[in-house]
């Protein structure tokens, strides 16, 4: 139980096209996803949290209008890049709590994103 | 602004000893810790949590225990194997709020 999918696993595009990610709780509905980015050999930062239905929590020094947030269902939100630029290449995983009040993250698979 | 300060970077002991990874946490509203094991390239997977009214918690190798006065918390992994290799994660979880802030992460190296 508790699983959580990522796709695209990987991605390449070009430096001023926009990029999405999506990210889905397969077997449980999840009212809260997160997202994180995660340099090599570093850990994951925190970009925003997204509840079903409402606008994101964005951390500060994310740049909402850059990353795009949405979380239409329990079991599905989205990532968009918008505009990436090589910089924005990096490990993008989301995680995913489990109903109300549940304190367990469960975590997708990543995408790793390369803007030439 | 709250952060989570996670020793040692890096570990290497001998297959069979102890493994202790600490972490340290400022914000006195966290109250879930859980830790993750990362493998290159995959996902975190939870392997043990904590919550905040509890001191310490064991699963067959793993151990976490919890100093709330202290604001510290650390992951004990006994009888280590190969298989152990990889990096742990800490993280401090503020429910109410959702806030969430994981630790720098930790190298274990398990030699055979």
């Known amino acids: 139980g508790a699983v959580v999918s990522q796709h695209p696993s990987w991605v390449i595009c070009k430096s001023g096209t926009s990029v999405k990610i999506e990210c889905r709780s397969l077997?449980?509905?999840?009212?809260?996803m997160f997202w994180y980015r995660q340099f090599p050999k570093q850990s994951l930062m925190l970009m925003a949290t997204?509840?079903?239905?409402?606008?994101?929590?964005?951390e500060q020094g994310v740049e909402k209008d850059k990353f795009l947030i949405n979380h239409a269902s329990l079991t599905l939100s989205t990532l968009t890049v918008t505009s990436a630029h090589p910089e924005d290449s990096s490990f993008y995983i989301c995680?995913?709590?489990?109903?109300?009040?549940?304190?367990?993250?469960?975590f997708g698979p990543g995408t790793r994103l390369t803007v030439t | 602004g709250e952060n989570v300060e996670q020793h040692p970077s890096t570990l290497s002991v001998q297959e069979g000893d102890s493994a202790v990874i600490k972490c340290t946490y400022s914000d006195s509203a966290s109250n879930y810790f859980p830790w993750y094991k990362q493998e290159l390239g995959k996902r975190p997977q939870l392997i043990i949590d904590i919550r905040s009214n509890v001191g310490e918690k064991k699963d067959q190798r793993i151990a976490v225990t919890l100093n709330k006065t202290a604001k510290h918390f650390s992951l004990h992994i006994t009888e280590t194997q190969p298989e152990d290799s990889a990096v742990y994660f800490c993280?401090?979880?503020?429910?109410?709020?959702?806030?969430?802030?994981f630790g720098a992460g930790t190298r274990l190296f398990v030699k055979a």
């Open positions: 993280a401090a979880i503020t429910t109410g709020g959702f806030k969430t802030i």
């Open positions: 077997d449980f509905q999840a009212t809260t």
């Open positions: 995680s995913a709590t489990p109903g109300t009040g549940a304190m367990e993250q469960y």
């Open positions: 997204s509840n079903e239905g409402s606008k994101a929590t964005y």
